[in-house]
Each structure stands twice: as C-alpha cells, then as structure tokens.
C-alpha cells in the first residue's frame, strides 16, 4: 500500500449536493473520502478513484440502537475504510476505549480497513501523560483482536495531536516519527500478525504535507480542514504519491 490520505470530512458539507461537488471535484485515486453517513451514497456514486469510508460503525448487527448505524448498512454502500475512536467522538460523547476495542473488532470481521485514533491532548501533553495515555489507547483498543491471527487488511494507526486538530499548530515530523516508533514497542508486546500502517493527523495541509509524507515512517495522513478545499486535499495526494 503506498501512502495513505483519508479525507475525513466530520460534520461537512451541508447539503447533499454540495457534498457530490466536493466528491467530484476531489475524486482522486490514493484519497479515501469519509463524509457524514447522510452523504455517503451521493459521494458513493460521485466517485470512480477515490475510496469510500464512513467516520465511525457500530458493534451491533441489528435492532435497538437508535442513532447507531451497523457494518453490513456500510458495507452495501461500497465502504471499504471506517474511522474509528476519533478524538471528537471521545471528547464530545465519551468514547471509551472499551467502545473503541468493540467497534475495531466489527471493523475487522467486516473486513473493513480500520483507522484507528490515538493521541493526547494538551492537558495530557503538558502532564507528561502523552505515552501512558497512547499505550492504554492501543492496549485496550486492540483488546479484541486476536493474537497469532493474520488479518487481510492492514489496520490503520492515526496518531492525532488533539491539541493540534484544527487549529493551524501541529507536530514536528521528529517528534511523530519518535511516537510512532514508540507505538510500534507497544504492539510487539502481543503476538499480533497484522500490517500495521502509522499515519499523522493535526492540521494537516498542502504547506505541511511534504514535511511528514517525506518520511517513511509516517504513511499517510489524516486530513480534516484541508479536505474540504479541493486544490489542497488534490496537493496532499499528490505530495503523498512521490
Ligand atoms: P484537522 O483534523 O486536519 O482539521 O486538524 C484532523 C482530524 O481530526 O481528523
């Protein structure tokens, strides 16, 4: 897999028409486009070299769960990627870890590829807590995951710098290359046979891109702000297929 450019495009935009715009106008080979669930079907049929994924899935199959949307209602739409435990999503509505470890788990029966997010937030960084909170992100969130078991796709770490989401800041490239090496420490504890693929998110934009994507240890990126603006997120891509 070469690198890796999910444009994860939260609560946006705020029709469905412009939402097939965007589609349109982004539909490049090397982007996964995840837009709200409500426009996944126009972005569906907008696309032909992007890759649909939805931004978060549930752990139950059917029945009460109002609100909750189920792996196969994904799946029949053609989505092939779902984010999963965004910092958003644990900030806003108190996602555990403990959600987080069912949902990959789905993700992965399903045979979706899961971007899962990790990352700490200023308080957390300014404590000295950014480690201990990573390590608890992926032990308990990989809980579920068998070991000894070899998974057809690889499974996605998004290492978000919450601190940095949005707000133009983000990290240095040295110190995401460290993070993402100390995370792969972690997962060697457990005998898990899986391709794991560590990618960067925080303020992520053209400007910046060539700064992490030059690396290898970083493969991707997770891209909120600038996936909005077709020129930028086309940028990114093509930064990312060097
Ligand atoms: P941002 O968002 O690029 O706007 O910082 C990244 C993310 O939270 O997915």
């Excluded at 009460?64 to 949307?69: A, Q």
């Excluded at 435990?85 to 979706?112: C, D, I, P």
């Excluded at 693929?197 to 990126?221: P, Q, W």
């Amino acid at each position: 897999m070469s690198k890796l450019i999910i444009a994860n495009w939260k609560m946006n935009p705020d029709s469905s028409e412009a939402a097939k715009k965007l589609a349109k106008e982004t539909d490049v080979k090397g982007l996964v486009i995840c837009p709200p669930y409500p426009f996944l079907i126009p972005v569906a049929e907008s696309i032909k070299n992007a890759e649909l994924g939805a931004q978060d899935v549930f752990w139950k199959d059917v029945g009460p769960s109002t609100g909750e949307v189920s792996w196969h209602q994904l799946k029949h739409l053609g989505v092939k990627y779902v984010i999963i435990g965004h910092s958003e999503r644990r900030q806003n509505l108190g996602e555990t870890n403990e959600m987080v470890a069912k949902k990959l788990f789905v993700a992965l029966e399903a045979e979706f590829t899961p971007i899962l997010c990790v990352g700490e937030t200023k308080a957390q960084k300014d404590n000295g807590e950014k480690y201990k909170i990573l390590a608890e992100e992926l032990n308990v969130g990989l809980s579920l995951l068998p070991e000894n078991v070899c998974q057809p796709q690889p499974i996605v770490i998004a290492y978000e710098t919450i601190w940095a989401n949005g707000t133009g800041d983000t990290d240095n490239p040295r110190d995401t290359i460290q993070t993402n090496s100390f995370m792969k420490r972690e997962l060697l504890k457990f005998n898990y046979k899986c391709d794991f693929k560590f990618i960067y998110g925080g303020s992520v934009n053209s400007k910046n891109a060539e700064d992490f994507l030059k690396h290898k240890e970083i493969e991707g990126a997770l891209v909120g702000g600038a996936s909005l603006k077709p020129e930028e997120i086309k940028e990114i891509v093509k930064i990312a297929s060097k």
